[in-house]
Each structure stands twice: as C-alpha cells, then as structure tokens.
C-alpha cells in the first residue's frame, strides 16, 4: 500500500501533532481553534471508527479489554493501514485534500490512551496534552454519560446502568454496579495517570501543554504561543471570547459544575492524586 510515487502514506505524514487530554477538557474547542493554522490537514471529525477498523483495535476483538495501544502495537501493517485512512480524506482548513507530504492534527478523545502507539508510529509526532481542572471535566463528564449522546460501547459485555460512554480505560469491569459519580472518577482518574505517564516517557521537546483555564482566558495568546512552539504559523486574530464547540452538551460557564457541587466534592478523593501529577506535569512542560 503506497501513495503516488511510491511513498508509503505513514512518510507522507510528517510531524503531525496529537490533541490529548481526560474527557470532556475542551479538547474539541482546541482543536477547531488549532485547525485554523495555514498548512495543517484534518480528518474533519474524530477518529473512532478510522482507528478501531485497523487490525484488532476494535476493543471487542480484544478481550474487551480498553482502548488502550501501545508501542507493540505499532506494527508496520498497521501503521500503514491507519496511515492511509487518515491521509486518504486529509482536507486543509480550506476544504483542499493532501498532496504529497502534509503535516496532520488529530483529536480523537480515545487517543488519550493511545499515545505510546502513536508516538511509535510517528517518531516526529508532537503531542499536546490539554489540562482541565477536574471539578469542571467530572460535571461535564456526568452530564455526557446522562445525555447518552455519547454512548460509545453500548453493548459492553457485563456491564450494567447507563450504556458505557466515552473511554474506555483499563479496569473498567472493577466498576460494573458502581455509582455513576464513582464510574466517571474513576475513569477520570485512570485516563490521567495513564496519559501523564506515558508523555513523561517521551522526550521532553515531543510534549507541550495547555491548561484549559488560560486558553479561555486569553485564546490569541496561548493559541499564538502554542503554534510557534509547533513551528506552524498563526494568521488568525481571535475573539476574547470562543463560540461552544459542536460537542457542548449546555451553555458554558466556569462555575457550572458547582449545580453538582456536593457530588463533585464526593468524587475528588478518587483523583486527587492523579490531579496532582498532572498539575505538576503541565508546570514541568510549561
């Protein structure tokens, strides 16, 4: 499987950049903001079924074990195989497809557990990982499970309450029978400790960080600091203010988890500790 003249489509993918973070932490908002940047080519959309179409990667051929892939993963097949999905329906911020080598960004909330597999597969990958204070992505986090547009595996074997939605993380049979609450701490709490681990591993040039708070707050700003990090040019002058991304389940706010404040509280023994990392994580990065 090669692309015209012979390249493989992997090579014609340099140095694309990786949207990481826990659910629910705006990572769609930065994303729709970042694809704005000249020379950068996008799916469109997340890549679920792109990915878990590629050899085993679909979880139920897998044990149901989690969406979780690794390096050993990264075989060259596969490599190419998901390569070709991706640059195949590549389109530029003006709707014009990839030719030749480009440079791609890709969102896919499940690649917060993938980023050993695609740090493998891309040497030249860089990978932003986008922090949100957790009272926050927990409120919103219930509020996904709740609405249901966010089923992701509704057919999960033993589990039972509210179809699975979003990740699914290592461990998640040890919930089966749990509160919601203690469901979305927990997989909060995994996604983070998995996340911060494995781009501790990387090289410390292959990682940038954003917390979620700034970016809201001073959106040209950090959006600019975060393209000349990516050697990737920024011609957009943004508002003080960003529209919801296409994902938002209700109307914005900072404070709108405190509706859920008492049951939010309830849940932060559960991740605290992962919080910590990743707080520490973003200050080491940043």
Do not use: C
Request: charged content about 25%; cysteine-free.
């Amino acid at each position: 499987m090669t692309a015209g003249g012979g390249a493989r489509f992997r090579d014609l993918i340099e140095r694309p950049v990786f949207i990481v973070s826990t659910p629910r932490s705006g990572s769609t908002l930065l994303f729709e903001t970042v694809v704005r940047a000249p020379g950068l080519f996008t799916v469109g959309a997340e890549s679920h079924e792109r990915i878990e179409h590629v050899a085993d990667f679909f979880p139920g051929a897998r044990g149901w074990t989690s969406n979780r892939l690794t390096k050993d993963d990264a075989s060259a097949v596969a490599v190419e195989e998901l390569a070709k999905r991706f640059y195949t329906v590549l389109r530029d911020r003006e709707g014009r497809p990839a030719r030749g080598p480009i440079r791609m960004l890709e969102k896919t909330p499940k690649n917060a557990l993938r980023v050993p597999f695609f740090a493998e597969a891309w040497p030249d990958a860089t990978f932003v990982y986008l922090y949100r204070e957790p009272r926050q992505a927990l409120a919103s986090m219930i509020e996904a499970w709740s609405t249901g547009r966010f089923r992701t595996y509704p057919r999960l074997p033993g589990w039972t309450g509210l179809s699975w939605s979003l990740l699914l993380v290592p461990g998640w049979r040890d919930l089966i029978g749990r509160p919601l609450p203690e469901v979305v701490a927990a997989q909060w709490a995994a996604t983070t400790d998995i996340l911060v681990s494995d781009l501790e591993a990387l090289p410390k040039e292959r990682v940038r960080a954003l917390d979620y708070d700034r970016f809201i707050g001073d959106p040209q700003g950090e959006i600019k600091r975060l393209a000349e990090s990516l050697d990737l040019e920024w011609d957009q002058q943004l508002g003080t203010s960003l529209p919801p991304s296409r994902f938002t389940t209700s109307r914005p706010a900072k404070d709108k988890w405190m509706r859920l404040a008492p049951v939010i509280e309830s849940m932060l023994p559960i991740v605290e500790r992962a919080d910590e990392r990743a707080r520490s994580f973003v200050r080491h990065i940043g």
